[in-house]
Protein backbone atom coordinates (compact mmCIF):
# COMPACT_ATOMS: atom_id res chain seq x y z
CA UNK A 1 0.00 0.00 0.00
CA UNK A 2 1.50 3.25 -0.91
CA UNK A 3 0.98 5.07 2.41
CA UNK A 4 1.89 9.08 0.63
CA UNK A 5 -0.53 8.45 -1.95
CA UNK A 6 -3.64 7.64 0.99
CA UNK A 7 -2.08 10.98 2.61
CA UNK A 8 -2.54 12.92 -0.32
CA UNK A 9 -6.26 12.50 0.31
CA UNK A 10 -5.74 15.20 3.33
CA UNK A 11 -5.30 17.48 1.19
CA UNK A 12 -9.15 17.43 0.30
CA UNK A 13 -9.79 19.84 3.34
CA UNK A 14 -10.64 22.99 2.43
CA UNK A 15 -9.00 25.88 4.21
CA UNK A 16 -12.16 27.64 5.89
CA UNK A 17 -12.60 31.14 6.90
CA UNK A 18 -12.49 31.91 10.66
CA UNK A 19 -16.51 33.19 11.66
CA UNK A 20 -16.46 37.15 12.13
CA UNK A 21 -18.25 36.56 15.89
CA UNK A 22 -14.74 35.21 17.00
CA UNK A 23 -13.30 38.59 17.53
CA UNK A 24 -16.01 40.16 19.26
CA UNK A 25 -16.09 37.04 21.75
CA UNK A 26 -12.66 37.26 22.33
CA UNK A 27 -12.95 40.64 23.23
CA UNK A 28 -15.68 40.39 25.67
CA UNK A 29 -13.38 37.31 27.27
CA UNK A 30 -10.95 39.93 27.48
CA UNK A 31 -12.70 42.44 28.88
CA UNK A 32 -14.47 39.85 31.66
CA UNK A 33 -10.77 39.10 32.95
CA UNK A 34 -10.01 42.62 33.53
CA UNK A 35 -13.28 43.35 34.95
CA UNK A 36 -12.58 40.10 37.47
CA UNK A 37 -8.93 41.51 38.36
CA UNK A 38 -8.61 43.66 41.72
CA UNK A 39 -8.08 46.90 41.35
CA UNK A 40 -4.23 47.37 42.73
CA UNK A 41 -5.13 49.74 45.57
CA UNK A 42 -7.27 47.07 46.97
CA UNK A 43 -4.78 44.18 46.79
CA UNK A 44 -2.37 46.69 48.55
CA UNK A 45 -5.04 47.34 50.86
CA UNK A 46 -5.32 43.49 51.78
CA UNK A 47 -1.89 43.17 52.20
CA UNK A 48 -1.35 45.58 54.35
CA UNK A 49 -4.23 44.12 56.31
CA UNK A 50 -2.94 40.61 56.37
CA UNK A 51 0.60 42.01 57.50
CA UNK A 52 -0.83 44.15 60.09
CA UNK A 53 -2.79 41.21 61.36
CA UNK A 54 0.49 38.53 61.57
CA UNK A 55 1.91 41.83 63.27
CA UNK A 56 -0.41 42.59 65.93
CA UNK A 57 -0.50 38.49 66.95
CA UNK A 58 2.76 37.91 66.79
CA UNK A 59 3.03 40.49 69.54
CA UNK A 60 0.52 39.41 71.46
CA UNK A 61 2.24 36.09 71.43
CA UNK A 62 5.43 37.17 72.08
CA UNK A 63 4.17 39.37 75.26
CA UNK A 64 2.19 36.30 76.51
CA UNK A 65 5.04 34.38 76.79
CA UNK A 66 6.77 37.30 78.32
CA UNK A 67 4.74 37.80 80.95
CA UNK A 68 4.54 34.11 82.12
CA UNK A 69 8.05 33.48 82.22
CA UNK A 70 8.18 36.14 84.58
CA UNK A 71 5.19 34.99 86.60
CA UNK A 72 6.87 33.06 90.23
CA UNK A 73 6.69 28.89 89.86
CA UNK A 74 4.64 26.78 92.21
CA UNK A 75 7.51 25.66 93.89
CA UNK A 76 8.08 29.42 95.05
CA UNK A 77 4.49 29.37 96.62
CA UNK A 78 5.19 26.08 98.17
CA UNK A 79 8.20 27.37 99.75
CA UNK A 80 6.97 30.56 101.11
CA UNK A 81 4.05 28.81 102.44
CA UNK A 82 5.42 25.94 103.90
CA UNK A 83 3.53 23.86 102.53
CA UNK A 84 4.21 20.23 102.56
CA UNK A 85 4.89 17.93 99.25
CA UNK A 86 4.27 14.82 100.21
CA UNK A 87 1.60 12.98 99.22
CA UNK A 88 2.07 10.92 102.93
CA UNK A 89 -0.90 12.16 105.34
CA UNK A 90 -0.69 9.86 108.12
CA UNK A 91 2.81 11.16 109.05
CA UNK A 92 4.06 7.50 109.46
CA UNK B 1 -0.98 46.19 28.22
CA UNK B 2 -1.76 44.64 24.79
CA UNK B 3 -2.38 47.93 22.52
CA UNK B 4 -6.09 46.86 21.00
CA UNK B 5 -5.18 47.94 17.48
CA UNK B 6 -2.25 45.87 17.43
CA UNK B 7 -4.03 42.56 18.95
CA UNK B 8 -6.65 43.63 16.32
CA UNK B 9 -4.11 43.35 13.59
CA UNK B 10 -2.65 40.28 14.90
CA UNK B 11 -6.11 38.53 14.81
CA UNK B 12 -6.83 39.78 11.23
CA UNK B 13 -3.34 38.11 10.38
CA UNK B 14 -3.72 34.60 12.11
CA UNK B 15 -7.33 33.82 12.69
CA UNK B 16 -7.37 31.77 9.97
CA UNK B 17 -4.40 30.05 10.40
CA UNK B 18 -5.22 29.44 14.08
CA UNK B 19 -8.78 28.61 13.05
CA UNK B 20 -8.19 25.69 10.54
CA UNK B 21 -5.34 24.35 13.18
CA UNK B 22 -8.10 24.25 15.35
CA UNK B 23 -10.66 22.24 13.38
CA UNK B 24 -7.63 19.88 11.95
CA UNK B 25 -7.36 18.63 15.84
CA UNK B 26 -10.95 18.51 16.60
CA UNK B 27 -12.72 18.02 13.37
CA UNK B 28 -15.61 20.13 14.88
CA UNK B 29 -16.07 23.82 14.61
CA UNK B 30 -17.84 24.26 18.12
CA UNK B 31 -14.75 22.96 19.89
CA UNK B 32 -12.21 25.21 17.26
CA UNK B 33 -14.33 28.29 17.66
CA UNK B 34 -13.89 27.90 21.77
CA UNK B 35 -9.78 26.88 21.53
CA UNK B 36 -9.65 29.75 19.19
CA UNK B 37 -10.76 32.29 21.60
CA UNK B 38 -8.69 30.74 24.04
CA UNK B 39 -5.50 31.10 22.07
CA UNK B 40 -6.27 34.57 21.09
CA UNK B 41 -6.98 35.37 24.85
CA UNK B 42 -3.66 33.71 25.86
CA UNK B 43 -2.01 35.60 22.56
CA UNK B 44 -3.35 39.16 24.47
CA UNK B 45 -2.11 38.01 27.72
CA UNK B 46 0.95 36.83 27.02
CA UNK B 47 2.25 39.49 23.97
CA UNK B 48 4.78 41.54 26.38
CA UNK B 49 6.95 38.01 26.84
CA UNK B 50 6.95 37.65 23.08
CA UNK B 51 10.81 38.12 22.01
CA UNK B 52 10.84 38.74 17.93
CA UNK B 53 14.83 36.92 18.41
CA UNK B 54 13.25 34.15 19.24
CA UNK B 55 10.75 33.39 16.83
CA UNK B 56 8.44 34.59 14.07
CA UNK B 57 5.09 35.58 16.02
CA UNK B 58 3.62 33.39 13.58
CA UNK B 59 5.62 30.21 15.09
CA UNK B 60 4.96 31.51 18.59
CA UNK B 61 1.28 31.75 17.61
CA UNK B 62 1.00 28.33 15.99
CA UNK B 63 2.87 26.91 19.31
CA UNK B 64 0.57 28.21 21.61
CA UNK B 65 -2.42 27.16 19.65
CA UNK B 66 -0.56 23.20 19.05
CA UNK B 67 -0.46 23.55 23.01
CA UNK B 68 -4.03 24.24 23.85
CA UNK B 69 -5.71 21.62 21.18
CA UNK B 70 -3.60 18.52 22.61
CA UNK B 71 -4.16 19.98 26.19
CA UNK B 72 -7.80 20.13 24.98
CA UNK B 73 -7.88 16.50 23.12
CA UNK B 74 -6.01 15.35 26.56
CA UNK B 75 -8.70 16.58 29.01
CA UNK B 76 -11.42 15.13 26.16
CA UNK B 77 -9.90 11.38 26.57
CA UNK B 78 -9.59 11.52 30.34
CA UNK B 79 -13.44 12.45 30.57
CA UNK B 80 -14.30 10.17 27.92
CA UNK B 81 -12.33 7.30 29.94
CA UNK B 82 -14.35 8.11 33.48
CA UNK B 83 -17.38 8.89 31.26
CA UNK B 84 -18.69 5.06 32.14
CA UNK B 85 -17.41 5.85 36.04
CA UNK B 86 -19.63 8.90 35.69
CA UNK B 87 -22.78 7.28 33.89
CA UNK B 88 -23.25 4.90 36.58
CA UNK B 89 -23.56 7.92 39.15
CA UNK B 90 -25.46 10.23 36.14
CA UNK B 91 -28.79 9.13 34.87
CA UNK B 92 -28.12 11.28 31.79
CA UNK B 93 -25.40 13.16 30.64
CA UNK B 94 -26.59 16.01 28.30
CA UNK B 95 -23.11 16.21 26.80
CA UNK B 96 -22.05 14.88 23.81
CA UNK B 97 -18.76 12.84 23.35
CA UNK B 98 -17.33 13.69 19.79
CA UNK B 99 -15.78 10.95 18.11
CA UNK B 100 -13.98 10.99 15.15
CA UNK B 101 -16.67 9.17 14.00
CA UNK B 102 -19.29 11.92 14.07
CA UNK B 103 -16.94 14.92 13.21
CA UNK B 104 -17.87 17.89 10.99
CA UNK B 105 -15.01 19.58 9.96
CA UNK B 106 -16.42 22.52 7.22
CA UNK B 107 -12.89 21.78 4.94
CA UNK B 108 -14.33 18.41 4.17
CA UNK B 109 -16.73 18.32 1.35
CA UNK B 110 -20.02 15.83 1.65
CA UNK B 111 -18.87 13.12 -1.45
CA UNK B 112 -15.12 13.24 0.15
CA UNK B 113 -16.34 12.30 3.73
CA UNK B 114 -16.26 8.66 2.99
CA UNK B 115 -13.06 8.34 2.49
CA UNK B 116 -11.64 10.50 4.53
CA UNK B 117 -13.12 9.05 7.78
CA UNK B 118 -11.99 6.21 8.20
CA UNK B 119 -8.13 7.99 7.47
CA UNK B 120 -9.32 11.31 9.98
CA UNK B 121 -10.13 8.14 12.78
CA UNK B 122 -6.52 6.60 12.62
CA UNK B 123 -4.34 10.00 12.52
CA UNK B 124 -6.72 10.90 15.78
CA UNK B 125 -5.82 7.41 17.49
CA UNK B 126 -1.89 7.92 16.60
CA UNK B 127 0.56 9.85 19.78
CA UNK B 128 0.16 13.37 19.94
CA UNK B 129 3.43 13.99 18.45
CA UNK B 130 2.60 12.01 15.57
CA UNK B 131 -1.00 13.08 14.95
CA UNK B 132 0.79 16.72 15.12
CA UNK B 133 3.62 16.23 12.46
CA UNK B 134 0.71 14.59 10.20
CA UNK B 135 -1.70 17.73 10.74
CA UNK B 136 0.90 20.17 9.80
CA UNK B 137 2.95 18.72 6.77
CA UNK B 138 -0.42 17.03 5.00
CA UNK B 139 -3.14 19.00 6.38
CA UNK B 140 -1.41 22.43 6.63
CA UNK B 141 1.36 21.11 3.44
CA UNK B 142 4.04 23.25 5.68
CA UNK B 143 7.71 22.25 4.54
CA UNK B 144 9.88 20.17 7.31
CA UNK B 145 11.54 23.47 8.70
CA UNK B 146 8.06 25.31 9.49
CA UNK B 147 7.41 21.97 11.18
CA UNK B 148 10.32 21.62 13.44
CA UNK B 149 10.38 24.93 14.38
CA UNK B 150 6.64 25.16 15.10
CA UNK B 151 7.25 21.64 17.36
CA UNK B 152 10.63 23.04 18.68
CA UNK B 153 12.36 19.91 17.12
CA UNK B 154 14.70 19.51 14.90
CA UNK B 155 14.68 18.44 11.24
CA UNK B 156 15.83 14.82 11.47
CA UNK B 157 13.27 14.59 14.75
CA UNK B 158 10.52 15.89 12.77
CA UNK B 159 11.79 13.02 9.91
CA UNK B 160 11.75 10.51 11.94
CA UNK B 161 8.54 11.39 13.76
CA UNK B 162 6.78 11.76 9.99
CA UNK B 163 8.07 7.86 9.43
CA UNK B 164 6.88 6.59 12.86
CA UNK B 165 3.51 8.29 11.88
CA UNK B 166 3.29 6.58 8.34
CA UNK B 167 4.37 3.36 9.25
CA UNK B 168 1.84 3.43 11.95
CA UNK B 169 -0.88 4.62 9.85
CA UNK B 170 0.08 1.80 7.32
CA UNK B 171 -0.22 -0.88 9.91
CA UNK B 172 -4.19 0.39 11.35
CA UNK B 173 -4.82 0.77 7.89
CA UNK B 174 -3.71 -2.90 6.70
CA UNK B 175 -5.33 -4.25 9.80
CA UNK B 176 -8.78 -2.59 9.20
CA UNK B 177 -8.36 -3.36 5.45
CA UNK B 178 -7.87 -7.30 6.51
CA UNK B 179 -10.67 -7.46 8.12
Not at chain 1, 11 to 29: G, M, Y
Not at chain 1, 31 to 59: M, Q, T, Y
Request: overall charge positive; charged content about 25%; glycine content about 2%.
Amino acid sequence: MNIDQKLEQLKQVQQVEAPHFLLTRIRQRIDNIHHAEAPLKWRWAFVSVGVLLLVLNLSIFLKVNKDRKQQPGIESYINAMNLSTSNDIYHE
Amino acid sequence: MTDPQVFETIYHEHKNFVYNLCLHYTLNEEDAQDITQEVFVKVHQHLQQFTPEKALLKTWIGRITIHQCLDFLKARKTKKRFGFISSLFQKQSNEPIATALNYHHPGVAAEDKEGLNRLLQIIWSLPANQQTVIILSKMEERSQKEVAELMNLSIKAVESLLQRAKENIRKKLTNTEGL
